[in-house]
């Protein structure tokens, strides 16, 4: 029992290190389209400025938020149980 425990433990830990990878992926993402847009790209300028590391780590507070705002909405709601419709992005409202 105990060393099923432990599997299920660390299945969950590396479901939770990809679920990480995923939104701080996506908060890059969603840096970099936003700083297109209000940037321009010199010959010799950087690509990554602290205002861009300061918009990710907002942008991957705000989904993390989202997620667990998700997670608690449907708490029975399980792998299985779960509807894939696509939701709203969370950082479309700004």
Same mark, same amino acid.
Do not use: Y
């Given at each position: ?5 432990? @599997? &299920?433990?660390?299945?969950?830990? =590396? ?14 993402? &969603?840096?970099?389209?936003? @700083?297109?847009?209000? =940037?321009?790209? @010199? ?9 861009? /590391?300061?918009?990710?780590? /907002? ?9 667990? =705002? ?7 709601? @399980? ?14 409202? =700004?």
């Amino acid at each position: 029992m105990l060393a099923r425990m432990e @599997g &299920a433990k660390a299945e969950a830990e =590396r479901h939770l290190a990809i679920i990480e990878r995923q939104i701080v992926t996506r908060a890059e993402r &969603a840096t970099i389209n936003n @700083g297109i847009k209000s =940037r321009l790209f @010199g010959r010799f300028s950087s690509n990554w400025s602290r205002a861009d /590391e300061r918009d990710c780590q /907002e942008n991957v507070a705000i989904l993390r938020l989202a997620r667990r =705002r998700d997670r608690c909405a449907h708490p029975q709601a @399980g792998a299985a149980g779960r509807s894939h419709r696509r939701r709203p992005h969370p950082l479309s409202d =700004r």
